[in-house]
Protein backbone atom coordinates (compact mmCIF):
# COMPACT_ATOMS: atom_id res chain seq x y z
CA UNK A 1 0.00 0.00 0.00
CA UNK A 2 1.25 3.39 -0.64
CA UNK A 3 2.84 4.72 2.63
CA UNK A 4 1.30 7.52 3.87
CA UNK A 5 3.26 10.26 6.03
CA UNK A 6 2.22 13.33 7.87
CA UNK A 7 2.72 16.90 7.07
CA UNK A 8 1.55 20.03 8.13
CA UNK A 9 -0.83 22.37 6.50
CA UNK A 10 -1.30 26.38 8.19
CA UNK A 11 -0.03 24.71 11.61
CA UNK A 12 -2.05 21.76 10.95
CA UNK A 13 -0.94 17.73 10.67
CA UNK A 14 -2.32 16.27 7.44
CA UNK A 15 -2.24 12.47 6.49
CA UNK A 16 -0.61 12.82 2.86
CA UNK A 17 0.16 10.03 0.28
CA UNK A 18 0.88 9.64 -3.42
CA UNK A 19 -1.91 8.53 -5.63
CA UNK A 20 -2.92 8.04 -9.61
CA UNK A 21 -5.96 9.92 -11.15
CA UNK A 22 -8.28 8.14 -13.35
CA UNK A 23 -6.24 8.78 -16.66
CA UNK A 24 -2.75 7.11 -14.88
CA UNK A 25 -1.96 10.99 -13.75
CA UNK A 26 0.30 11.25 -10.50
CA UNK A 27 -1.49 12.98 -7.68
CA UNK A 28 -0.94 14.04 -4.21
CA UNK A 29 -4.13 13.21 -1.66
CA UNK A 30 -3.83 15.51 1.73
CA UNK A 31 -6.63 15.52 4.43
CA UNK A 32 -6.79 17.37 7.55
CA UNK A 33 -6.41 15.48 11.15
CA UNK A 34 -7.50 18.19 13.19
CA UNK A 35 -4.85 18.16 15.88
CA UNK A 36 -1.27 20.26 16.18
CA UNK A 37 -0.23 18.08 18.43
CA UNK A 38 2.07 14.90 16.58
CA UNK A 39 1.62 12.19 18.81
CA UNK A 40 -2.07 12.77 18.24
CA UNK A 41 -1.70 12.91 14.45
CA UNK A 42 0.10 9.79 13.89
CA UNK A 43 -2.19 8.16 16.37
CA UNK A 44 -4.87 9.37 13.73
CA UNK A 45 -3.21 9.13 10.66
CA UNK A 46 -3.07 4.98 10.23
CA UNK A 47 -7.30 5.37 10.75
CA UNK A 48 -7.58 8.09 8.43
CA UNK A 49 -6.32 6.83 5.80
CA UNK A 50 -7.41 3.42 5.96
CA UNK A 51 -10.76 5.29 5.74
CA UNK A 52 -9.82 7.60 2.91
CA UNK A 53 -8.53 4.66 0.87
CA UNK A 54 -11.11 2.08 1.13
CA UNK A 55 -12.73 1.07 -1.78
CA UNK A 56 -16.44 2.45 -2.33
CA UNK A 57 -19.10 -0.36 -2.87
CA UNK A 58 -18.39 -4.23 -3.18
CA UNK A 59 -18.91 -4.22 -7.40
CA UNK A 60 -15.03 -5.58 -9.01
CA UNK A 61 -14.64 -2.21 -10.17
CA UNK A 62 -14.44 -0.57 -6.77
CA UNK A 63 -12.40 -3.63 -5.87
CA UNK A 64 -10.22 -3.26 -8.20
CA UNK A 65 -9.40 0.54 -7.91
CA UNK A 66 -8.27 -0.17 -4.53
CA UNK A 67 -6.48 -3.53 -5.41
CA UNK A 68 -4.75 -0.88 -7.79
CA UNK A 69 -4.05 1.85 -4.82
CA UNK A 70 -2.70 -0.95 -2.45
CA UNK A 71 -0.19 -2.59 -5.15
CA UNK A 72 0.58 0.14 -6.34
CA UNK A 73 4.46 0.22 -7.55
CA UNK A 74 4.02 -3.62 -8.14
CA UNK A 75 5.03 -4.59 -11.66
CA UNK A 76 1.89 -7.35 -12.04
CA UNK A 77 -0.28 -3.75 -11.97
CA UNK A 78 1.69 -3.18 -15.42
CA UNK A 79 -0.21 -6.54 -17.11
CA UNK A 80 -3.04 -6.46 -15.40
CA UNK A 81 -4.42 -2.72 -16.13
CA UNK A 82 -4.21 -4.31 -19.84
CA UNK A 83 -6.22 -7.51 -18.84
CA UNK A 84 -8.75 -5.01 -16.93
CA UNK A 85 -9.69 -3.77 -20.53
CA UNK A 86 -11.35 -6.75 -21.05
CA UNK A 87 -12.59 -7.14 -17.62
CA UNK A 88 -14.36 -4.60 -16.53
CA UNK A 89 -17.60 -4.50 -20.09
CA UNK A 90 -18.19 -7.61 -18.16
CA UNK A 91 -17.19 -8.17 -14.79
CA UNK A 92 -17.10 -4.02 -13.50
CA UNK A 93 -20.65 -3.71 -12.38
CA UNK A 94 -20.79 -6.87 -10.63
CA UNK A 95 -20.78 -7.47 -6.75
CA UNK A 96 -17.66 -9.13 -6.10
CA UNK A 97 -18.62 -12.19 -3.74
CA UNK A 98 -21.91 -12.62 -6.62
CA UNK A 99 -19.89 -13.80 -9.38
CA UNK A 100 -21.05 -17.07 -10.34
CA UNK A 101 -19.70 -20.24 -12.86
CA UNK A 102 -22.14 -19.08 -15.45
CA UNK A 103 -20.39 -15.64 -15.54
CA UNK A 104 -16.98 -16.73 -16.21
CA UNK A 105 -18.30 -19.43 -18.63
CA UNK A 106 -19.77 -16.75 -20.68
CA UNK A 107 -17.02 -14.61 -20.67
CA UNK A 108 -14.66 -17.49 -21.72
CA UNK A 109 -17.58 -17.86 -24.62
CA UNK A 110 -16.74 -14.34 -25.72
CA UNK A 111 -13.21 -13.80 -25.46
CA UNK A 112 -12.97 -17.08 -27.39
CA UNK A 113 -15.37 -16.22 -30.21
CA UNK A 114 -12.96 -12.78 -30.27
CA UNK A 115 -9.86 -14.79 -31.20
CA UNK A 116 -8.37 -15.32 -27.82
CA UNK A 117 -6.31 -18.17 -26.46
CA UNK A 118 -7.14 -20.36 -23.63
CA UNK A 119 -4.18 -19.46 -22.25
CA UNK A 120 -4.88 -15.85 -22.49
CA UNK A 121 -8.25 -16.48 -20.60
CA UNK A 122 -6.68 -18.11 -18.01
CA UNK A 123 -4.52 -15.21 -17.57
CA UNK A 124 -7.54 -12.50 -17.58
CA UNK A 125 -9.53 -14.76 -15.01
CA UNK A 126 -6.97 -15.16 -12.45
CA UNK A 127 -6.32 -11.53 -12.34
CA UNK A 128 -9.89 -11.43 -11.63
CA UNK A 129 -9.53 -14.17 -8.70
CA UNK A 130 -6.59 -12.24 -7.59
CA UNK A 131 -8.80 -8.93 -7.07
CA UNK A 132 -11.59 -10.52 -5.31
CA UNK A 133 -9.26 -12.81 -2.94
CA UNK A 134 -7.36 -9.78 -2.14
CA UNK A 135 -10.77 -7.93 -1.14
CA UNK A 136 -11.64 -11.02 1.35
CA UNK A 137 -8.48 -10.66 2.68
CA UNK A 138 -9.27 -7.18 3.32
CA UNK A 139 -12.72 -7.76 4.60
CA UNK A 140 -14.30 -5.65 1.93
CA UNK A 141 -15.97 -8.98 1.07
CA UNK A 142 -17.38 -12.24 3.00
CA UNK A 143 -16.18 -14.36 0.38
CA UNK A 144 -14.74 -14.89 -2.64
CA UNK A 145 -16.07 -17.00 -5.04
CA UNK A 146 -13.97 -19.98 -7.37
CA UNK A 147 -13.47 -18.66 -10.60
CA UNK A 148 -13.89 -21.08 -13.28
CA UNK A 149 -10.81 -20.86 -16.08
CA UNK A 150 -10.12 -22.46 -18.72
CA UNK A 151 -7.07 -25.25 -18.42
CA UNK A 152 -4.05 -23.65 -18.80
CA UNK A 153 -1.97 -25.03 -21.78
CA UNK A 154 0.95 -26.80 -21.66
CA UNK A 155 3.56 -24.33 -22.24
CA UNK A 156 5.01 -24.05 -25.71
CA UNK A 157 8.70 -26.10 -25.55
CA UNK A 158 10.16 -23.82 -28.16
CA UNK A 159 13.70 -23.25 -28.45
CA UNK A 160 16.14 -22.24 -30.68
CA UNK A 161 19.60 -23.84 -31.80
CA UNK A 162 22.71 -21.49 -31.57
CA UNK A 163 22.88 -21.70 -35.89
CA UNK A 164 18.99 -20.99 -35.64
CA UNK A 165 20.34 -17.75 -33.33
CA UNK A 166 22.83 -16.68 -35.46
CA UNK A 167 20.45 -16.82 -38.60
CA UNK A 168 17.87 -15.04 -36.32
CA UNK A 169 21.19 -12.39 -35.78
CA UNK A 170 21.62 -11.90 -39.90
CA UNK A 171 17.54 -11.74 -40.13
CA UNK A 172 17.54 -8.46 -37.48
CA UNK A 173 18.05 -5.24 -40.37
CA UNK A 174 18.70 -2.66 -37.86
CA UNK A 175 21.37 -2.55 -34.86
CA UNK A 176 19.65 -2.38 -31.76
CA UNK A 177 17.37 -5.79 -32.37
CA UNK A 178 20.78 -8.03 -33.45
CA UNK A 179 22.44 -6.27 -30.22
CA UNK A 180 19.37 -7.16 -28.01
CA UNK A 181 19.13 -10.51 -29.24
CA UNK A 182 22.85 -10.90 -28.34
CA UNK A 183 22.59 -9.74 -25.19
CA UNK A 184 19.65 -11.92 -24.19
CA UNK A 185 20.66 -15.14 -25.34
CA UNK A 186 24.27 -14.51 -23.68
CA UNK A 187 22.97 -13.69 -20.08
CA UNK A 188 19.45 -15.21 -20.06
CA UNK A 189 17.89 -11.82 -19.50
CA UNK A 190 14.13 -11.03 -20.11
CA UNK A 191 13.38 -8.63 -22.60
CA UNK A 192 12.59 -6.41 -20.07
CA UNK A 193 15.19 -6.67 -18.21
CA UNK A 194 17.29 -5.84 -21.50
CA UNK A 195 15.55 -2.63 -22.56
CA UNK A 196 15.91 -0.92 -19.08
CA UNK A 197 19.66 -2.22 -18.80
CA UNK A 198 21.88 1.55 -18.61
CA UNK A 199 25.74 1.73 -19.43
CA UNK A 200 26.44 2.61 -15.99
CA UNK A 201 25.71 -1.30 -14.74
CA UNK A 202 27.68 -2.84 -17.66
CA UNK A 203 31.17 -3.11 -16.32
CA UNK A 204 33.93 -3.55 -19.01
CA UNK A 205 36.88 -3.83 -16.05
CA UNK A 206 35.24 -6.59 -14.36
CA UNK A 207 33.36 -7.97 -17.10
CA UNK A 208 29.98 -8.20 -15.12
CA UNK A 209 26.64 -6.96 -16.36
CA UNK A 210 23.98 -6.05 -13.33
CA UNK A 211 20.76 -6.87 -14.79
CA UNK A 212 18.79 -5.06 -11.80
CA UNK A 213 19.02 -1.58 -11.33
CA UNK A 214 19.28 -0.85 -7.77
CA UNK A 215 17.31 2.63 -8.06
CA UNK A 216 14.28 0.71 -9.30
CA UNK A 217 11.57 0.35 -6.27
CA UNK A 218 8.56 -1.43 -8.31
CA UNK A 219 8.44 -5.19 -7.37
CA UNK A 220 9.98 -7.29 -9.97
CA UNK A 221 10.96 -10.98 -10.79
CA UNK A 222 14.62 -11.06 -9.75
CA UNK A 223 17.30 -9.76 -12.21
CA UNK A 224 20.84 -11.24 -11.93
CA UNK A 225 24.34 -10.33 -12.38
CA UNK A 226 26.19 -12.31 -14.63
CA UNK A 227 29.48 -12.47 -16.35
CA UNK A 228 30.27 -11.29 -19.92
CA UNK A 229 31.33 -13.83 -22.83
CA UNK A 230 33.87 -12.72 -25.31
CA UNK A 231 31.60 -12.07 -27.98
CA UNK A 232 28.82 -9.81 -26.32
CA UNK A 233 31.74 -7.88 -24.68
CA UNK A 234 33.33 -7.23 -28.04
CA UNK A 235 29.34 -6.56 -29.28
CA UNK A 236 29.13 -4.16 -26.22
CA UNK A 237 32.25 -2.19 -26.32
CA UNK A 238 31.32 -1.33 -29.77
CA UNK A 239 27.91 -0.18 -29.17
CA UNK A 240 29.63 1.73 -25.86
CA UNK A 241 31.41 3.84 -28.65
CA UNK A 242 28.45 5.07 -30.94
CA UNK A 243 26.09 5.26 -27.91
CA UNK A 244 23.75 8.57 -27.93
CA UNK A 245 21.87 7.41 -24.88
CA UNK A 246 21.87 6.45 -21.18
CA UNK A 247 20.38 2.86 -22.30
CA UNK A 248 22.24 0.10 -23.83
CA UNK A 249 19.13 -0.98 -26.50
CA UNK A 250 18.57 2.10 -28.09
CA UNK A 251 16.88 3.34 -31.16
CA UNK A 252 18.11 7.02 -32.32
CA UNK A 253 18.84 8.03 -29.53
CA UNK A 254 15.79 6.57 -27.04
CA UNK A 255 14.88 3.86 -25.47
CA UNK A 256 13.52 1.03 -27.07
CA UNK A 257 10.00 0.10 -25.15
CA UNK A 258 9.28 -3.24 -26.84
CA UNK A 259 11.33 -5.68 -29.22
CA UNK A 260 8.54 -7.96 -30.29
CA UNK A 261 7.92 -6.68 -34.06
CA UNK A 262 11.91 -6.23 -34.64
CA UNK A 263 12.46 -9.66 -33.45
CA UNK A 264 9.17 -10.83 -35.95
CA UNK A 265 10.50 -9.14 -38.20
CA UNK A 266 14.18 -10.76 -38.04
CA UNK A 267 12.27 -14.27 -37.39
CA UNK A 268 10.45 -14.05 -40.84
CA UNK A 269 13.37 -12.89 -42.52
CA UNK A 270 15.23 -16.17 -40.87
CA UNK A 271 12.20 -18.28 -42.02
CA UNK A 272 12.12 -19.30 -38.30
CA UNK A 273 8.51 -20.12 -36.66
CA UNK A 274 7.29 -19.33 -33.12
CA UNK A 275 10.21 -16.78 -32.03
CA UNK A 276 9.45 -14.06 -29.37
CA UNK A 277 11.29 -12.40 -26.75
CA UNK A 278 11.05 -14.81 -24.31
CA UNK A 279 12.33 -17.56 -26.59
CA UNK A 280 16.14 -16.21 -26.20
CA UNK A 281 15.82 -16.76 -22.38
CA UNK A 282 14.71 -20.15 -22.28
CA UNK A 283 16.42 -21.01 -25.55
CA UNK A 284 20.07 -19.61 -23.45
CA UNK A 285 18.30 -21.94 -19.87
CA UNK A 286 18.04 -25.33 -22.41
CA UNK A 287 21.59 -24.53 -23.59
CA UNK A 288 23.22 -23.97 -20.35
CA UNK A 289 21.70 -27.43 -18.83
CA UNK A 290 22.31 -29.29 -22.07
CA UNK A 291 26.04 -28.58 -21.25
CA UNK A 292 25.63 -29.79 -18.06
CA UNK A 293 26.03 -26.52 -15.48
CA UNK A 294 24.21 -27.48 -12.25
CA UNK A 295 20.72 -26.38 -11.47
CA UNK A 296 21.78 -24.24 -8.69
CA UNK A 297 24.65 -22.67 -11.00
CA UNK A 298 21.70 -22.10 -13.75
CA UNK A 299 19.01 -21.10 -11.19
CA UNK A 300 21.38 -18.05 -10.40
CA UNK A 301 22.31 -17.00 -13.82
CA UNK A 302 18.98 -16.67 -14.72
CA UNK A 303 18.12 -14.69 -11.69
CA UNK A 304 15.23 -17.58 -10.64
CA UNK A 305 15.06 -17.60 -6.63
CA UNK A 306 13.65 -21.24 -5.95
CA UNK A 307 16.43 -23.81 -7.66
CA UNK A 308 13.14 -25.92 -7.66
CA UNK A 309 11.78 -23.86 -10.34
CA UNK A 310 14.90 -24.13 -12.67
CA UNK A 311 14.73 -28.07 -11.87
CA UNK A 312 10.75 -28.31 -13.05
CA UNK A 313 11.21 -26.64 -16.11
CA UNK A 314 14.60 -27.78 -17.14
CA UNK A 315 15.39 -30.89 -15.77
CA UNK A 316 14.39 -32.93 -18.86
CA UNK A 317 17.10 -31.38 -21.10
CA UNK A 318 19.77 -32.33 -18.83
CA UNK A 319 21.86 -35.40 -20.84
CA UNK A 320 22.22 -37.38 -17.10
CA UNK A 321 18.61 -36.78 -15.97
CA UNK A 322 16.94 -40.39 -15.10
CA UNK A 323 19.79 -41.40 -17.27
CA UNK A 324 20.52 -44.64 -14.51
CA UNK A 325 16.97 -45.03 -14.23
CA UNK A 326 17.01 -45.82 -17.66
CA UNK A 327 19.92 -48.29 -17.60
CA UNK A 328 18.37 -50.10 -15.10
CA UNK A 329 15.98 -50.94 -17.36
CA UNK A 330 17.97 -52.07 -20.17
CA UNK A 331 17.25 -55.52 -21.21
CA UNK A 332 20.50 -55.99 -22.61
CA UNK A 333 21.92 -56.22 -19.19
Known sequence: MPE???????????VTWDDRAADGAAIRRRYRLDTQDRREAEAR?????????????????????GYKRDKDGKAVLQTMVHTWKALEPVFGHLEGDQIGTEDCRSYTKMRREAGRSDGAIHTELGHLRMILLWAKGMKLIADAPAIERPSKPEPKDRYLTRAEVLRLMDGAKVPHIRLAILLMISTGARSGAALDLTWDRVDFDRGIIRLRNPFDQTARKARATVPMNDSLKEAL??????????????????????????IAAAAKAAKLADVTPHVLRHSAAVWLVEDGHTFEEVAQFLGHSDVRVTYKVYARYSPTHLRKLANSLDLGK
Open 4 to 14: WRLTRLKGEFC
Open 45 to 65: AAARYAELTRPAGKTVKALWE
Open 237 to 262: QAAHRGRLSPYVIEWAGSKVGSIKKG
